[in-house]
């Protein structure tokens, strides 16, 4: 089992910045890749970005490259996310997921909100 808690989301005002911190705890070493996910109202859970826990390659939504920049801490079993030039249409409940080697993402954090007011 792995454990996953977010922090960091709050309210900023169009063109700010935030950066979410996700923190892993338990089984870390099953972990193959974390990335984060988002949910706005009325709408369909989407992906965002998410990184290799050993190699460090990512990949982004298109709706977010250029803007938000994904890393991680392998000591510290952290998974960042920094986004800059937020848009309201960024606002949503994000969320940091795990995936274990040849599996999905089996393991979610419960979410943080990001608002982003016009």
């Known amino acids: 089992q792995v454990q996953l808690v977010e922090s960091g989301g709050g309210l900023v005002q169009a063109g700010g910045s935030l950066r979410l911190s996700c923190a892993a705890s338990?089984?870390?070493?099953?972990?193959?890749?974390m990335g984060w996910f988002r949910q706005a109202p009325g709408k369909e859970r989407e992906f965002v970005t998410a990184i290799n826990w050993r190699g460090g390659s990512s990949n982004y939504a298109d709706s977010v490259k250029g803007r938000f920049t994904i890393s991680r801490d392998n000591a510290k079993n952290t998974v960042y996310l920094q986004m800059n030039s937020l848009k309201p249409e960024d606002t949503a409940v994000y969320y940091c997921?795990?995936?274990?080697?040849?599996?999905?993402?089996?393991?979610w954090g419960q979410g943080t909100q990001v608002t982003v007011s016009s």
């Open positions: 997921g795990a995936q274990p080697s040849g599996r999905g993402y089996d393991y």
């Open positions: 338990g089984a870390t070493w099953s972990i193959y890749a």
